[in-house]
């Protein structure tokens, strides 16, 4: 059904008829074809819903479209800005970033959503253990290419990492860290970006009373990837004068530690601050207070202001025009622009409602201030709801920010004044306007008028904003477009978060993709599929084989760390048995074991041309990278054949022929020789043993 808008539709001559010539497919008894046939009347019904079925979906609103995919269990994925972390380097002195502040990057504009308090040096890093104390303070120097262990090269519970900072954000605030690992396997992603199955990490800040733990979002999973790490700063945070460096201090203890590979830290980047790739182009602020106030954004410099107030309770706003001399009486406020920053742009202005009618204070926010820029003031009516279904308005802008959009809703009350709503998209209430933003293509539609039939509708705030583009490589540069102090800003790390509103074909793509995606684990393939995509763990290979006299699935897992021979751990059997028990058959009993190795010795002559240095190296470097299971594509058990390894070297340039060659398993049990080939056992991957191979100059 959710593809029928991609097909031609079926009439219902063509269902009865497809209908009736499978009936033989399914049943050798049912030989009655004629009208009279019961079967034969329920086909027909079948077959005339399936047709006015068919025939209407393509006709469907967007909302039905929508809610066919939600019985299926798919919803649209949504639009979001993408998301930075940045960093201010040669700041001299603290400062304020105030909400709304730009920066770009080539084409993007990026943006704070909150004011924030920048500056704040690391003074040292420091890693405890039972044995001693390690100075790591230079990886929060930039451009440091030399990883550190974090917790020692054997991390055991109670060991220790230090930050010691100059200073602090205020209490129940945040500070913002960024861990840069090295040397970090292959590992697939985490369900939970906080969760961790191989360690536990306890935080705590030093303050007037000692340690005291503290609450943080780990999204390094206690140092086992590179990202984030927010600390909640308490109360009364003090300086500590336990190490080298004197200063607040920070700490990770470790409280478990059973950690696959060790973390080592390359760089560690403090006091950052957030930035989300968007353009806002329209703006709403809301105020709580009816009196004289100051207004701060950045579109305050182009001076296209509309101001509304709340009069009475559970009504509608009134709009107040701007008075410049504050002599006029009704609804009007006096304006007073802002002095310009120092590159000449207005970036404030002050209000005062001074025309004896204004909001009423008590009342939930009385007072709205919708700015506009240039281009959106051209265009910031958009039409008329005229109440028929889905009416369609199409919007100056395309790309938008779905949690940055809102309209203002224009309609009379009996003596003929203007009354005003500001209504969002997808809020569906009893006589509220309910409709929907197509964020993507830059289109609203209406669903349901409501109460509002005839109301002329205006943009009230919308901010653009450049989907996957957003997520940007680390180390990009960002330059202020507000008025800030002078510094480096750029970030450690990737823009994350970046993407377009899915749309419905997109979204029937994902339906189809995932329809044809297994779940269940039926077959070997899809035993070795399922256990490879364990969330959280680093993983090579694996090979199953399935016994189905005892219905039982041997499966070989190969994990991503432990040197030449890895070892499959407890941690990696419980993570990748609960994976499987979800998507196992019912009265399939699965076996998960670790690999087994064997070595296959090589020996032989080979000729080899004059001229060429070092040939022997040449041919041994060969045998090894062909005997490796390990470390290239070779599965687990697969035959190695001798006439492979034989041609191999022959096609060396180096070599003039193959005098004399033999392979030779170390372990009869896990390898069996079969006329000069090597047949491994199911679980065994091979390695090359001793090799040892004589060289002859040729002619």
Same mark, same amino acid.
């Given at each position: 059904?959710?593809?029928?808008?991609?097909?031609?539709?079926?009439?219902?001559?063509?269902?009865?008829?497809?209908?009736?010539?499978?009936?033989?497919?399914?049943?050798?008894?049912?030989?009655?074809?004629?009208?009279?046939?019961?079967?034969?009347?329920?086909?027909?019904?079948?077959?005339?819903?399936?047709?006015?079925?068919?025939?209407?979906?393509?006709?469907?609103?967007?909302?039905?479209?929508?809610? =066919?995919?939600?019985?299926?269990?798919?919803?649209?994925?949504?639009?979001?800005?993408?998301?930075?972390?940045?960093?201010?380097?040669?700041? /001299? $002195?603290?400062? @304020?970033?105030?909400?709304?502040?730009?920066?770009?990057?080539?084409?993007?504009?990026?943006?704070?959503?909150?004011?924030?308090?920048?500056?704040?040096?690391?003074?040292?890093?420091?890693?405890?253990?039972?044995?001693?104390?390690?100075?790591?303070?230079?990886?929060?120097?930039?451009?440091?290419?030399?990883?550190?262990?974090?917790?020692?090269?054997?991390?055991?519970?109670?060991?220790?990492?230090?930050?010691v900072t100059d200073s602090l954000p205020e209490a129940d605030r945040e500070l913002i860290l960024y861990v840069?690992?090295?040397?970090?396997?292959?590992?697939?992603?985490?369900?939970?970006?906080?969760?961790?199955?191989?360690?536990?990490?306890?935080?705590?800040?030093?303050?007037?009373?000692?340690?005291?733990?503290?609450?943080?979002? !780990?999204?390094?999973?206690?140092?086992?990837?590179?990202?984030?790490?927010?600390?909640?700063?308490?109360?009364?945070?003090?300086?500590?004068?336990?190490?080298?460096?004197?200063?607040?201090?920070?700490?990770?203890?470790?409280?478990?530690? +059973?950690? !696959?590979v060790a973390p080592r830290i390359s760089q560690v980047e403090s006091f950052l601050f957030e930035l989300w790739?968007? !353009?806002?182009?329209?703006?709403?602020?809301?105020?709580?207070?009816?009196?004289?106030?100051?207004?701060?954004?950045?579109?305050?410099?182009?001076?296209?202001? =509309?101001?509304?107030?709340?009069?009475?309770?559970?009504?509608?706003?009134?709009?107040?025009?701007?008075?410049? +001399?504050?002599?006029?009486?009704?609804?009007?406020?006096?304006?007073?622009?802002?002095?310009?920053?120092?590159?000449?742009?207005?970036?404030?202005?002050?209000?005062?409602?001074?025309?004896?009618?204004?909001?009423?204070? /008590?009342?939930?926010?009385?007072?709205?201030?919708?700015?506009?820029?240039?281009?959106? @003031? /051209?265009?910031?009516?958009?039409?008329?709801?005229?109440?028929?279904? @889905?009416?369609?308005?199409?919007?100056?802008?395309? @790309?938008?920010?779905? +949690?940055?959009?809102?309209?203002?809703?224009?309609?009379?009350?009996?003596?003929?004044?203007?009354?005003?709503?500001?209504?969002?998209?997808?809020?569906?209430?009893?006589?509220?306007?309910?409709?929907?933003?197509?964020?993507?293509?830059?289109?609203?539609?209406?669903?349901?008028?409501?109460?509002?039939?005839?109301?002329? =509708?205006?943009?009230?705030?919308?901010?653009?904003? +450049?989907?996957?583009?957003?997520?940007?490589?680390?180390?990009?540069?960002?330059?202020?477009?507000?008025?800030?102090?002078?510094?480096?800003?750029?970030?450690?790390?990737?823009?994350?978060?970046?993407?377009?509103?899915?749309? =419905?074909?997109?979204?029937?793509?994902?339906?189809?993709? $995932?329809?044809?995606?297994?779940?269940?684990?039926?077959?070997?393939?899809?035993?070795?599929?399922?256990?490879?995509?364990?969330?959280?763990?680093?993983?090579?290979?694996?090979?199953?084989?399935? $016994?189905?006299?005892?219905?039982?699935?041997?499966?070989?897992?190969?994990?991503?760390?432990?040197?030449?021979?890895?070892?499959?751990?407890?941690?990696?059997?419980?993570?990748?048995?609960?994976?499987?028990?979800?998507?196992?058959?019912?009265?399939?009993?699965?076996?998960?074991?670790?690999?087994?190795?064997?070595?296959?010795?090589?020996?032989?002559?080979?000729?080899?041309?004059?001229?060429?240095?070092?040939?022997?190296?040449?041919?041994?470097?060969?045998?090894?990278?062909?005997?490796?299971?390990?470390?290239?594509d070779r599965n687990f058990g697969e035959v190695i054949r001798f006439r492979d390894i034989f041609s191999a070297?022959?096609?060396?340039?180096?070599?003039?022929?193959?005098?004399?060659?033999?392979?030779?398993?170390?372990?009869?049990?896990?390898?069996?020789?079969?006329?000069?080939?090597?047949?491994?056992?199911?679980?065994?991957?091979?390695?090359?043993?001793?090799?040892?191979?004589?060289?002859?100059?040729?002619?």
């Amino acid at each position: 059904m959710l593809r029928i808008e991609e097909a031609r539709v079926k009439t219902y001559d063509e269902n009865i008829s497809e209908a009736i010539s499978t009936i033989p497919l399914y049943s050798s008894e049912w030989t009655n074809y004629n009208a009279s046939d019961p079967g034969i009347t329920i086909l027909e019904n079948l077959s005339a819903l399936s047709a006015i079925q068919a025939a209407g979906i393509p006709r469907a609103s967007y909302e039905a479209k929508l809610k =066919l995919f939600a019985l299926a269990g798919f919803k649209p994925g949504k639009a979001k800005c993408a998301r930075v972390l940045v960093k201010p380097h040669e700041l /001299k $002195d603290r400062a @304020m970033i105030p909400s709304g502040s730009r920066f770009s990057l080539g084409g993007l504009i990026f943006e704070t959503n909150r004011p924030t308090v920048v500056g704040g040096q690391m003074l040292g890093i420091f890693s405890e253990d039972a044995k001693e104390t390690r100075d790591l303070s230079f990886i929060a120097e930039p451009d440091v290419p030399v990883g550190m262990a974090a917790f020692g090269d054997t991390p055991v519970a109670g060991n220790t990492l230090y930050f010691v900072t100059d200073s602090l954000p205020e209490a129940d605030r945040e500070l913002i860290l960024y861990v840069t690992l090295q040397g970090v396997p292959s590992r697939n992603a985490v369900e939970e970006r906080t969760s961790n199955v191989f360690a536990s990490v306890r935080w705590e800040c030093f303050t007037a009373e000692g340690w005291k733990e503290i609450k943080a979002r !780990d999204f390094t999973g206690c140092f086992l990837t590179g990202g984030e790490i927010r600390l909640r700063i308490p109360e009364g945070a003090a300086e500590y004068d336990g190490l080298p460096v004197k200063g607040y201090c920070l700490r990770a203890v470790l409280e478990r530690a +059973d950690y !696959d590979v060790a973390p080592r830290i390359s760089q560690v980047e403090s006091f950052l601050f957030e930035l989300w790739q968007r !353009d806002t182009r329209a703006a709403t602020i809301i105020l709580g207070r009816t009196e004289s106030f100051t207004v701060k954004h950045p579109l305050a410099e182009y001076e296209h202001i =509309l101001i509304f107030g709340k009069e009475e309770k559970g009504s509608s706003y009134r709009r107040y025009m701007l008075s410049y +001399d504050g002599t006029e009486e009704g609804r009007f406020v006096r304006y007073t622009p802002g002095d310009p920053d120092r590159r000449g742009r207005q970036r404030d202005f002050t209000i005062s409602f001074t025309g004896g009618i204004k909001p009423d204070a /008590k009342l939930k926010d009385p007072v709205r201030v919708v700015l506009y820029s240039p281009e959106v @003031m /051209k265009s910031y009516q958009i039409g008329t709801v005229l109440g028929y279904d @889905m009416q369609e308005l199409k919007l100056p802008l395309s @790309m938008l920010v779905q +949690d940055s959009f809102s309209l203002i809703a224009r309609r009379t009350d009996e003596n003929g004044e203007y009354l005003y709503d500001f209504v969002r998209p997808g809020k569906k209430e009893e006589g509220a306007l309910y409709y929907h933003l197509l964020e993507n293509d830059g289109r609203i539609l209406i669903e349901e008028a409501g109460d509002y039939i005839g109301a002329d =509708l205006f943009i009230a705030s919308a901010a653009i904003f +450049d989907g996957e583009k957003g997520n940007v490589r680390a180390g990009s540069e960002f330059r202020p477009v507000s008025d800030l102090p002078k510094a480096r800003w750029y970030t450690p790390g990737p823009g994350t978060g970046g993407s377009r509103r899915e749309t =419905l074909r997109e979204m029937s793509i994902r339906f189809r993709r $995932d329809i044809d995606t297994p779940y269940t684990a039926v077959t070997a393939g899809d035993y070795e599929r399922i256990a490879l995509e364990t969330p959280g763990l680093c993983l090579k290979k694996a090979h199953a084989v399935i $016994d189905e006299a005892e219905n039982l699935v041997q499966l070989a897992v190969l994990p991503g760390y432990g040197g030449e021979r890895p070892e499959l751990s407890e941690i990696y059997r419980k993570e990748i048995a609960k994976r499987i028990e979800e998507r196992r058959l019912l009265t399939t009993r699965v076996n998960i074991i670790s690999p087994s190795y064997v070595d296959i010795h090589v020996r032989g002559t080979v000729y080899v041309k004059r001229h060429y240095h070092d040939p022997a190296s040449e041919i041994i470097s060969l045998i090894d990278r062909m005997l490796d299971d390990v470390n290239t594509d070779r599965n687990f058990g697969e035959v190695i054949r001798f006439r492979d390894i034989f041609s191999a070297i022959e096609a060396l340039d180096c070599v003039s022929f193959v005098y004399e060659l033999s392979l030779i398993p170390d372990d009869r049990s896990l390898a069996e020789l079969v006329d000069s080939d090597v047949y491994p056992r199911a679980d065994v991957l091979c390695r090359a043993g001793e090799i040892n191979i004589e060289t002859v100059t040729g002619d």
